[in-house]
């Protein structure tokens, strides 16, 4: 009786309507989850190998070990290639984020003539293969007798690099609140003052942001460098030579130092920017 | 939009350094390699040498050569870019309007990847899937590979391989439009009795289309002329253009083939980008 009465009251829903009635709330999340989980894989990868005791080829595992993270300049040529990545990088930077910083200002903040054709020239490089970029520059300075080397690349660098801080800086732009600037006007200050403490403090997370992006496009990319680098190593060339030998566990510990030094470096922009948002 | 009334000049002033350094290492390469791609060699000329002859044969040859590994590049960057896109999207979708005030920590993670070195990356691939890996021998055990069948050093392997690496550059535009959606469209589609395949079908992947168009291109346009993930990942059977060309220039030392297939790898990119963006009805891309 009195389960009959609790069946009428309470109708269970079935056990396979309820699993799929929660498969479709979480499907998305569940999605994530692995997506996260792929991305993910390559790197946990190269951490865990990073403590391999494995002597030349970091192939298999055979113990783990801190020496590698101890002596990351163990390998022979490692520490070289890293510094001079760093070096074209820092450079590269500085470069491409002023004379980017400048063209985004100039077509998002100006009518001009030639401001369609301006936008194109700088969409042109990105849609330009990576490897046409390489070669025809390599031919360019074959051309003119000067040798692969560290300047070429540190040029070739700022060349692919510009195009992506416009597009960031000239985003920040974009999306900048014109009144501000008007109320700073009205306020009897003039342009320079204006720009100088109302814009420029507007749009240098924008800079910030596209500086950050220069540097790991500069530290991370071997097509262009390859071509132009001539017998100069750099750290991604290292990891491409290596590879066919296999790879020495301190280009893992380097690999996973530039992650959490990125990671930080990124989450702790984030705190500053909701800090000052408060 | 400009709120001052400045000197015609300013933004002429603004663009003329950055713009002189892409003329001179930008276009003048692009002209150069296109002046490179008609040379032949000089009779009785070291390996190396060659002079100007306006040989448009060169094209033919290249072209005609190398036609698989041309069909094989774009039939590899296309499919890439398919898997890429279907990945991303729900990613994007998820991170945009599902994961409350995770947002700016996930979107973080979708980037993080990309700060270890994209080669340490895809070698990492490369033994996961390889014979030392773990997965290959339980797959094997399994029965659900075959003893005598391998992951790495096949087409599925480079296809992979570049769906993995271009990743990013397609999730983050995905996820700028998506996010850019006003949520009151999809509530009002809602209001108008769409169910929500409906709304999503009708509403959201209409007002996505910059994000699709923008991710799709960051990812076709580098993966069409990667050689990396073909040279790790795979064989010589699944060599693409950009093998070629590096092979030209570095082991050959064929400077007007090189050129002529980089001219026109670029040409034949440039024309399917044009066409593409006039079907998919974008034309603000930067």
Request: hydrophobic residues 50%.
């Given at each position: 009786?009195?389960?009959k009465?609790?069946?009428?009251?309470?109708?269970?829903?079935?056990?396979?309507?309820?699993?799929?009635?929660w498969f479709?709330?979480n499907?998305l999340?569940?999605?994530?989850?692995f997506?996260?989980?792929?991305?993910?894989?390559?790197?946990?990868?190269?951490?865990?190998f990073s403590?391999?005791d494995?002597?030349?080829?970091n192939?298999?595992?055979?113990?783990?070990?801190?020496n590698?993270?101890?002596?990351?300049?163990?390998?022979?040529?490692?520490?070289n290639?890293?510094?001079?990545?760093?070096?074209?990088?820092f450079?590269?930077?500085?470069?491409?984020?002023?004379?980017?910083?400048?063209?985004?200002?100039?077509i998002?903040?100006?009518?001009?003539?030639?401001?369609?054709?301006?936008?194109?020239?700088?969409?042109?490089?990105?849609?330009?293969?990576?490897?046409v970029?390489?070669?025809?520059?390599?031919?360019?300075?074959?051309?003119?007798?000067?040798?692969?080397?560290?300047?070429?690349?540190?040029?070739a660098?700022?060349?692919?690099?510009?195009?992506?801080?416009?597009?960031?800086?000239?985003?920040?732009?974009?999306?900048?609140?014109?009144?501000?600037?008007?109320?700073?006007m009205?306020?009897?200050?003039?342009?320079?003052?204006t720009?100088?403490?109302v814009?420029l403090?507007?749009?240098?997370?924008?800079?910030?942001?596209?500086?950050?992006?220069?540097?790991?496009?500069?530290?991370?990319?071997?097509?262009?460098?390859?071509?132009?680098s001539?017998?100069?190593?750099?750290?991604?060339?290292?990891?491409?030579?290596?590879a066919?030998r296999?790879?020495?566990?301190?280009?893992?510990v380097?690999?996973?130092?530039?992650?959490?030094?990125?990671?930080?470096?990124?989450?702790?922009?984030?705190?500053?920017?909701?800090?000052?948002?408060? | 939009?400009?709120?001052?009334?400045?000197?015609?000049?300013?933004?002429?002033?603004?663009?003329?350094?950055?713009?002189?350094?892409?003329?001179?290492?930008f276009?003048?390469?692009?002209?150069?390699l296109?002046?490179?791609?008609?040379?032949?060699?000089?009779?009785?000329?070291?390996?190396?040498?060659?002079?100007?002859?306006?040989?448009?044969?060169?094209?033919?040859?290249?072209?005609?050569?190398?036609?698989?590994?041309?069909?094989r590049?774009?039939?590899?960057?296309?499919?890439a870019?398919?898997?890429?896109?279907?990945?991303?999207?729900?990613?994007?979708?998820?991170i945009?309007f599902?994961?409350?005030?995770?947002?700016n920590?996930?979107?973080?993670?979708?980037?993080?990847?990309?700060?270890?070195?994209f080669?340490?990356?895809?070698?990492?691939?490369?033994?996961?899937?390889?014979?030392?890996?773990?997965?290959?021998?339980?797959?094997?055990?399994?029965?659900?590979?075959?003893?005598?069948t391998?992951?790495?050093s096949?087409?599925?392997?480079v296809?992979?391989?570049?769906?993995?690496?271009?990743?990013?550059?397609?999730?983050?535009?995905?996820?700028?439009s998506?996010?850019?959606?006003?949520?009151?469209?999809i509530?009002?589609?809602?209001?108008l009795?769409?169910?929500?395949?409906?709304?999503?079908?009708?509403?959201t992947?209409?007002?996505?289309m910059?994000?699709?168009?923008?991710?799709?291109?960051?990812?076709?346009?580098?993966?069409?002329?990667?050689?990396?993930?073909?040279?790790?990942?795979?064989?010589?059977?699944t060599?693409?253009?950009?093998?070629?060309?590096?092979?030209?220039?570095?082991?050959?030392?064929d400077?007007?083939t090189?050129a002529?297939?980089?001219f026109?790898?670029?040409a034949?990119?440039?024309?399917l980008?044009?066409?593409y963006i006039?079907?998919?009805?974008?034309?603000?891309?930067?």
């Open positions: 009786m009195s389960t009465i609790k069946d009428a009251t309470i109708p269970t829903i079935p056990f396979k309507a309820r699993l799929s009635r479709g709330r499907l999340r569940i999605y994530m989850i997506g996260f989980t792929y991305l993910f894989i390559p790197v946990a990868y190269t951490f865990a403590f391999n494995s002597g030349k080829s192939l298999i595992w055979k113990g783990f070990t801190l590698n993270w101890q002596n990351p300049c163990g390998a022979p040529q490692i520490c290639a890293l510094g001079n990545s760093i070096k074209i990088g450079l590269a930077t500085t470069f491409a984020t002023i004379l980017g910083t400048m063209i985004a200002f100039a998002g903040r100006y009518q001009f003539k030639g401001r369609s054709s301006s936008n194109l020239l700088i969409f042109l490089p990105m849609a330009t293969p990576e490897i970029l390489g070669a025809s520059l390599l031919s360019l300075f074959l051309v003119f007798k000067i040798n692969p080397g560290f300047w070429p690349t540190v040029i660098h700022v060349m692919f690099c510009i195009s992506f801080v416009v597009v960031t800086v000239k985003a920040r732009i974009a999306s900048l609140d014109p009144r501000l600037e008007q109320a700073a009205d306020l009897y200050a003039n342009e320079l003052e720009f100088r403490r814009t403090p507007l749009v240098a997370p924008g800079i910030a942001g596209a500086a950050l992006l220069a540097f790991s496009l500069s530290f991370d990319d071997f097509i262009i460098t390859n071509f132009n001539g017998t100069l190593i750099t750290f991604p060339k290292f990891v491409y030579v290596a066919a296999g790879i020495p566990a301190q280009a893992n380097i690999g996973s130092s530039m992650f959490f030094l990125a990671l930080a470096i990124v989450i702790a922009g984030q705190l500053v920017n909701r800090r000052k948002a408060r | 939009m400009s709120i001052t009334v400045p000197k015609v000049r300013v933004p002429y002033l603004l663009l003329f350094p950055g713009f002189a350094f892409l003329f001179t290492f276009i003048l390469p692009i002209v150069n296109a002046q490179t791609s008609t040379q032949t060699p000089i009779a009785g000329g070291d390996t190396g040498q060659y002079e100007q002859s306006f040989a448009f044969s060169n094209y033919i040859h290249a072209f005609l050569d190398n036609r698989e590994q041309f069909a590049s774009f039939i590899y960057a296309t499919l870019t398919v898997f890429a896109l279907a990945i991303a999207y729900p990613l994007a979708y998820a945009a599902k994961s409350g005030k995770f947002k920590i996930l979107l973080v993670l979708v980037v993080a990847p990309f700060f270890t070195s080669l340490l990356r895809t070698i990492a691939w490369k033994q996961i899937l390889g014979e030392e890996g773990f997965l290959v021998p339980t797959l094997r055990n399994l029965h659900l590979l075959g003893q005598q391998t992951i790495t096949t087409s599925v392997a296809v992979a391989g570049m769906t993995y690496n271009f990743l990013p550059f397609m999730t983050l535009p995905l996820y700028a998506l996010e850019r959606i006003d949520p009151r469209t509530e009002a589609s809602g209001d009795y769409a169910n929500g395949i409906t709304t999503f079908r009708r509403v992947v209409p007002l996505s910059p994000g699709v168009v923008a991710g799709t291109l960051l990812t076709f346009i580098p993966a069409a002329g990667d050689y990396v993930n073909a040279s790790i990942l795979g064989s010589p059977n060599k693409m253009i950009g093998n070629v060309i590096e092979s030209r220039y570095f082991k050959i030392v400077y007007p090189a002529a297939l980089s026109t790898l670029m034949a990119i440039l024309i980008v044009t066409l006039r079907k998919a009805g974008t034309e603000e891309l930067v």
